[in-house]
C-alpha cells in the first residue's frame, strides 16, 4: 500500500521494532495485525530469533496455562508428560499474543508477574525460569475501555502498550484497494492454469463496499468471485453478487 494511512503505520512499526520494548497492535479484525507481529519481529534486532504466536481466545485457561509457560508431570488431569510452553520455546526470540484483550484474569497477573521479573514457572512447579522473549500483542478490542469495566488489568495494560500501533481499516485507506486486490489475485491463481483480473467496473465495486472484514474479506471475495468466474476477468456484477451473496446473473443456486 502506499495510502497516507497504511504508511503512517508502516513507519510506526519500523520505529517500534528498533526497541526492544512490549507493542500492543491495534485494529480491525482482518488488518493484518498478524502481520504486522511478523514485520516487528523481522526488522527487530531479534529477527535470528524464534518467532512464535498463539491465539488467547477459545482455550481454557489451564490450557492457555499450559501452552503459555509450559506443565511439569501430574500438573492436572490428563498431563502424563511434559511441556516446555512458548516462552521457553522462543527464548530469544518474539512471542505474539493475539487477542490479548480475551487473555483470562489469572493469566494476565501471570503474565505481568512474568513481564516485571523476567521469569516464569511451569505449571505444577515453582521453579523459576529465566524468560528472554520480547511480547507483542493484538487486539481488536478497546482495551482501555476494558481497565475501565474491570476486565483488563490496568498495570499489565501500561505494561503491554509501552508502544502502541493503530493499523487502519480498509476503509481508511481506500486508494490501497487495487494493489492489494492485484497483489490476492495473483496469490490465489498461483499454480493455477490462468492469470486472475478485474474490471474496472469491478475494481470500483469493491472500492465502493466498506469491507468490514478488511483485508481478510477482501481475499474471501476474490477467492469465491474468481472460483464462480467463467474466465480469467472477473466483471462487476460477479464481485456485486459475491459481496450480496446472491448468485450471479446466469448463475443457478443448488437446489
Known amino acids: 500500500g502506499s495510502s497516507k494511512a497504511f504508511l503512517a503505520s508502516l513507519e510506526a512499526m519500523t520505529l517500534a521494532a528498533k526497541s526492544d520494548s512490549p507493542v500492543l497492535i491495534k485494529g480491525e479484525s ?6 504486522g507481529a511478523n514485520f516487528l519481529h523481522l526488522n527487530s534486532l531479534r529477527a535470528g530469533g524464534p518467532f512464535l504466536s498463539v491465539d488467547c481466545t477459545g482455550q481454557t485457561e489451564v490450557l492457555l496455562e499450559s501452552e503459555l509457560f509450559g506443565h511439569v508431570r501430574g500438573a492436572f488431569p490428563g498431563s502424563v508428560g511434559e511441556r516446555p510452553g512458548l516462552f521457553a520455546l522462543a527464548h530469544g526470540g518474539t512471542l505474539f499474543l493475539d487477542e490479548i484483550g480475551d487473555l483470562h484474569e489469572g493469566l494476565q497477573t501471570k503474565l505481568l508477574r512474568t513481564l516485571e521479573s523476567g521469569e516464569f514457572c511451569r505449571l505444577g512447579s515453582d521453579e523459576p525460569i529465566p524468560a528472554d522473549v520480547r511480547i507483542i500483542c493484538a487486539t481488536n478490542r478497546n482495551l482501555a475501555s476494558a481497565v475501565e469495566n ?3 488489568r ?3 495494560y501500561f505494561r503491554l502498550a509501552c508502544l502502541t500501533v493503530n493499523l487502519p481499516s480498509l476503509r481508511q485507506r481506500r486508494a490501497d484497494i ?3 486486490a492485484t ?3 495473483r496469490q490465489i491463481a498461483r499454480g493455477g492454469d490462468r492469470p486472475l ?3 474496472e467496473d469491478a475494481m470500483e465495486a469493491l472500492m465502493d463496499y466498506d469491507l468490514p472484514g478488511n483485508v481478510r474479506e477482501l481475499r474471501h471475495i476474490l477467492l469465491a468471485a474468481s472460483a464462480r468466474a467463467a474466465g480469467a476477468i472477473i466483471e462487476r456484477d460477479l464481485i456485486e453478487a459475491t459481496i450480496s451473496g446472491s448468485p450471479p446473473v446466469g448463475i443457478e443456486t443448488p437446489r
Open 30 to 35: 482482518g488488518t493484518g495485525k498478524g502481520l
Open 150 to 152: 474491570g476486565e483488563f
Open 154 to 156: 490496568e498495570d499489565l
Open 178 to 180: 487495487p494493489e492489494l
Open 183 to 185: 497483489l490476492l489475485l
Open 197 to 199: 483480473s478485474l474490471t
